[in-house]
């Protein structure tokens, strides 16, 4: 406790191609997080970025000049230590899970409340992930399924736990990692890490389903 | 070599003299007379004509002529000079150039004649008029001088690749078709090849093969053409779609969010109704076809979250729905189910959102309706609440499933269902 307060104010960047939603969300956070920099595309985010070295950087997935996707790979290899969370409109999973899979930390959708962004936010910061109800339920739709007989797949990084998989049905049924903690009688650092290491997978997994999965998800 | 002329004007022999270089701007044919006259500094005409008069005294004149086309670089520096023509003049530019091929190539005939005289008038007429052909077939008129220049440009490469792109070029190709072809026929018929039938096959061949090499480009061409009208016109189409979606859904909602902006609560259902249409429209192909398509789980919550919200201004009912099934009996019960578990949460749980989770596995749907309300005992529920939760119950009973509500004073309210459902439609 004593060492958060300690702690200078997280360093937000923000990105969002419409002005409006900026100046509401410089609102939301005001006095719970240090805004250091805003852009409004790709080439001035990553220059800003850049520049501000920020803790977490919230972007939103459409932008002008190449989406958020663009932003994260071209800043990450020089700056490793800058944390992205992803903020969007867009429910649509090839959105979703292509940002998550160029580096975000997590997803969370505009509608958000004022209070949950700025806690998700902080979560970020701490090297944990944040996943929505929705993202939740994306990542089970993308590693359901049996095994293709013969596939090469590495146990350790295409398939989810039993363990995992209850973690994120209960995300996706809308409970907090507080509620899952006490629901499944562990701590909220084994929750929290249950989540970080499935958000591990959908980045590092070859899976097949998660290359192919936008385009099987439409057919269906 | 020609390639590399037609694509720089540099000289390809880094011994020729300075200075000596082809005059686009002056030509009559591709401008050798005219460079080498103004390199000696001579009238073009003299050159012009020695350049005849060599070409029937022995055929060095258009040896020469030709090898001159094709070393010679390309000169455009006096392009001040080159006044750009009215648009119409290209047409006569056109007929300059037919003529010219049609002279060269009944002058070369005229002269190899002349030098081996056993090559007959029905060979060199018919030559002639094919020359001419060619000549009308290549030339593109009507586009000014650029695209003239652009032609003569290419003109020692790839006469094919003249062939494509200029409006009206059809005509000019169809001319210069016949052309080619009355030259083979007469040909062929002047040299009594019409008396066997074997050379008539001759003469097809010939005049298929004449015709496919003029005319192929500019099917290609067509073909593709055709292509890129069908896909903008589809583009269009959507885009008409996209527009009348957008005023009938979205431009409603926005007028109607503006009359109801003293009421947050209405303007906020009506809000959230318009994103929940508008994302499924944008994002989701199979609810967006669902109108009257078949019916599947995952609809059928949205259009239930729909609904409720409707009905009760300022609720949030949030779906996510992973796989997905037809929705028969079993699962519609299910459906009912939950929608009854969501209006009481709503109705009684005092809190505004409602998180529900459908999941298709292994031949089961699972079902969770969530509030994060003021809960209740289910040992001391009053009978209302407890009515409903039987209900629930009992009509999933029915279809041999299973209903089971879990709460606890402050800690909100978990009903969970389940029920068989048939294996996701095939893709």
New interface residues.
């Given amino acids: 406790m004593s060492e958060r307060s300690e702690r200078s104010a997280t360093r937000v960047f923000l990105v969002d191609d419409h002005r409006l939603f900026l100046s509401g969300v410089r609102a939301e956070l005001a006095g719970r997080a240090d805004i250091v920099g805003e852009a409004t595309d790709v080439e001035s985010a990553v220059e800003g970025i850049r520049a501000t070295e920020p803790d977490v950087v919230l972007l939103d997935v459409h932008l002008p000049g190449g989406g958020g996707r663009a932003v994260i790979e071209t800043v990450r290899p020089s700056h490793p230590g800058v944390v992205f969370l992803a903020l969007s409109v867009?429910?649509?999973?090839e959105d979703v899970i292509g940002v998550i899979r160029a580096g975000a930390r997590g997803y969370v959708t505009k509608?958000i409340a004022a209070g949950d962004l700025a806690a998700a936010v902080e979560r970020v910061r701490e090297g944990d992930a944040v996943f929505s109800?929705?993202l939740?339920?994306f990542v089970?739709?993308a590693f359901?399924g049996d095994v293709p007989p013969g596939a090469a797949l590495d146990p350790e990084l295409d398939q989810i736990t039993p363990r995992e998989r209850e973690v994120l049905?209960l995300l996706?049924?809308?409970?907090t990692y507080k509620e899952i903690a006490r629901r499944l009688e562990v701590s909220i650092k084994t929750v929290e890490s249950h989540v970080s290491s499935v958000l591990r997978k959908l980045q590092l997994s070859s899976r097949h389903e998660l290359t192919r999965w936008a385009t099987?998800r439409?057919?269906? | 070599m020609a390639g590399a002329m037609a694509s720089t004007p540099r000289s390809p022999l880094a011994s020729l003299p300075p200075g000596l270089a082809r005059r686009r701007d002056e030509r009559v044919v591709a401008g050798v007379c005219a460079g080498v006259a103004r390199w000696i500094g001579v009238d073009p005409l003299v050159v012009r004509v020695a350049t005849v008069i060599l070409s029937l005294a022995n055929g060095v004149g258009v040896v020469a002529y030709l090898v001159a086309w094709l070393v010679l670089p390309v000169e455009d520096e006096d392009a001040a000079r080159t006044v750009e023509p009215p648009a119409g003049a290209g047409r006569g530019r056109a007929a300059e150039m037919a003529l010219g091929v049609g002279c060269v190539t009944l002058g070369t005939l005229l002269l190899v004649r002349w030098v081996a005289p056993f090559f007959p008038d029905g060979l060199v007429w018919p030559a002639a008029i094919g020359g001419l052909g060619i000549g009308v077939a290549l030339a593109r008129a009507g586009d000014g001088d650029h695209r003239w220049r652009e032609l003569a440009a290419r003109l020692p490469g790839n006469p094919v690749e003249a062939l494509r792109g200029g409006a009206g070029a059809w005509v000019r190709i169809a001319a210069g078709a016949v052309l080619l072809v009355v030259g083979l026929a007469t040909f062929l018929a002047t040299n009594g090849a019409f008396a066997s039938l074997g050379a008539i096959g001759v003469s097809v061949v010939a005049t298929a093969l004449g015709g496919a090499l003029i005319l192929g480009p500019w099917i290609a061409r067509l073909v593709r053409q055709l292509g890129e009208e069908r896909r903008e016109r589809i583009r269009n189409e959507e885009r008409a779609d996209m527009a009348a979606h957008l005023h009938d859904s979205v431009l409603q909602t926005l007028a109607l969010i503006q009359r109801h902006a003293d009421s947050p609560p209405q303007a906020r259902s009506l809000a959230r109704r318009q994103?929940r249409e508008l994302?499924a429209w944008?994002?989701d192909?199979?609810r967006r076809a669902g109108d009257g398509a078949a019916d599947t789980l995952a609809a059928a919550l949205d259009r239930l979250a729909d609904e409720v919200e409707a009905d009760h201004g300022g609720t949030q009912v949030?779906v996510?729905?992973?796989?997905?099934c037809p929705l028969d009996p079993g699962v519609e019960a299910l459906v009912k189910a939950a929608r009854e578990a969501v209006v009481n949460a709503l109705r009684h749980s005092g809190a505004p959102e409602v998180?529900v989770?459908a999941?298709v596995?292994g031949g089961r749907v699972e079902a969770?309706v969530?509030d994060?309300g003021r809960g209740f005992d289910p040992a001391t529920v009053d009978g209302d609440r407890h009515g409903i939760a039987r209900s629930i119950v009992a009509r999933m009973a029915r279809h041999a499933g299973r209903a089971d509500v879990t709460s606890a004073p402050g800690e909100g309210t978990?009903v969970a269902l389940s029920v068989a459902c048939q294996p996701?439609?095939a893709?």
């Fill in positions: 867009s429910d649509a999973a509608t109800p929705r939740a339920g089970l739709d359901a049905r996706a049924r809308g409970y099987d439409r057919l269906i | 994103e994302r944008l994002y192909d199979r949030e996510v729905t992973v796989g997905d998180s989770y999941e596995a969770f969530r994060r978990e996701e439609p893709p």
